[in-house]
C-alpha cells in the first residue's frame, strides 16, 4: 500500500473507532473494556493500535492504559479521554475524544474542540508551529479555560508516535516551520483556569516502549523481549498485551527482568499539577502546501 493511502486508510478507521468509543463510554464501565474494546474494533477494520489505548479520566492527561485485570471503573461526573492510534504498515493515526460525565465541566470539552479546529485551520507549509500555539490558546482563553502549557502536538513518522518536531499549545520560542507532506497530531488540552496548567509525572500508565536490547538471563525473558521486538518495534505497547501471551508467574517475572534491565521504558502517567480535570481533542494532519488535510476527521 502506498504511504498516502497507508495513512488516509489508519486515519479512516481511527475516526469511526473514535466515534464508536464516545458512545460506549459511560458511567460504570470498567476502563480494560473501554481499552480491549478499541482494540478489537481496530484490528476489525483492517488496522493494528499504534499505541495502547488510552483512557485518561479527570486529572489525568495522558498515557493510562488498563493492565491486566484492572478493576476501575468510569465514575459518573468523571471527564473521560480516550486517546487512540491505528497504524497501517507504520503509517499512523492518532485521534482522541473527551466524554464528559459533568454538565459543569462541558465547558472544557467545547474549548478543546474549538482549539483543534483553530489550530487545524493554521496549519499550512510554512506555518511556524509557535504561531499554531499561539491560535490555540487564544482560542482556549477567549472561552475561559486554560490550557496545559507543557502537553504538545507532534509530528508523526512511521512506526514513530512522537518524531520530534511539536506543535504547542501556547506560544512559544518554537522557531520550527511545517513542511509540505509533514504528518502532526494536533492535540489541544484544556484545564480549569485556577489549575496549574502543567502536568507532572504520576506512576507506570501501563504503557511501555522498547529501548535497548541489553543481557537478561531468564529463557522466559530472552523470549519476550524478542517478542516485543518484532511485533511491536518503535511503537509503544501494553503490558497486559505482552502479559496475556506469558500467562503466570513466569511472564510477569520475565517482564518485571526487562523493565529492571531497562530493555523497556515505562510511560508515567501524566497528571495535572494541581489536580484539576483535563479534556482533549485531537486530528492527525498531511501538511500542504495551502493548508491541511485531516485523515482523522
Request: hydrophobic content about 40%; proline content about 5%.
Amino acid at each position: 500500500m502506498e504511504p498516502l493511502e497507508a495513512l488516509r486508510k489508519s486515519g479512516y478507521i481511527a475516526s469511526q473507532v473514535r466515534q464508536r468509543a464516545h458512545d460506549y463510554v459511560k458511567a460504570g464501565i470498567k476502563i480494560i473494556d473501554i481499552c480491549e474494546s478499541v482494540e478489537k474494533w481496530i484490528r476489525e477494520l483492517g488496522g493494528e493500535p499504534a499505541f495502547p489505548c488510552n483512557v485518561d479520566v479527570d486529572r489525568i492527561a495522558a498515557h493510562y492504559t488498563s493492565p491486566i485485570g484492572d478493576p476501575t471503573i468510569v465514575s459518573d461526573g468523571s471527564l473521560v479521554k480516550v486517546d487512540i492510534g491505528v497504524h497501517i504498515d507504520g503509517y499512523i493515526a492518532d485521534t482522541a475524544t473527551t466524554v464528559c460525565l459533568a454538565p459543569q465541566l462541558e465547558r472544557l470539552v467545547e474549548a478543546a474542540e474549538a482549539a483543534l479546529d483553530s489550530g487545524i485551520k493554521a496549519v499550512k507549509a510554512g506555518a511556524r508551529a509557535s504561531e499554531i500555539g499561539s491560535v490555540i490558546e487564544r482560542t482556549m482563553r477567549l472561552r475561559g479555560v486554560s490550557p496545559i502549557r507543557n502537553l504538545t502536538g507532534h509530528r508523526v513518522a512511521r512506526y514513530v508516535v512522537h518524531a520530534g518536531d511539536v506543535i504547542p499549545n501556547v506560544p512559544s520560542i518554537n522557531g520550527n516551520r511545517l513542511k509540505e507532506g509533514d504528518v502532526y497530531a494536533v492535540e489541544p488540552f484544556t484545564t480549569l483556569p485556577d489549575a496549574a496548567g502543567e502536568v507532572k509525572d504520576g506512576p507506570s500508565g501501563s504503557i511501555y516502549l522498547f529501548q535497548k536490547k541489553r543481557s537478561v538471563s531468564g529463557e522466559a525473558a530472552k523470549e519476550m523481549l524478542r517478542l516485543i521486538q518484532s511485533d511491536y518495534r518503535s511503537l509503544p505497547f501494553a503490558s497486559r498485551w505482552v502479559l496475556n501471551r506469558f500467562p503466570g508467574s513466569e511472564g510477569r517475572a520475565a517482564f518485571d527482568e526487562l523493565v529492571r534491565s531497562k530493555c523497556l521504558y515505562a510511560y508515567p502517567q501524566l497528571i495535572e499539577r494541581t489536580g484539576k480535570p483535563v479534556a482533549q481533542a485531537e486530528h492527525t494532519v498531511i501538511v500542504t502546501r495551502d493548508g491541511c488535510e485531516v485523515t482523522t476527521a
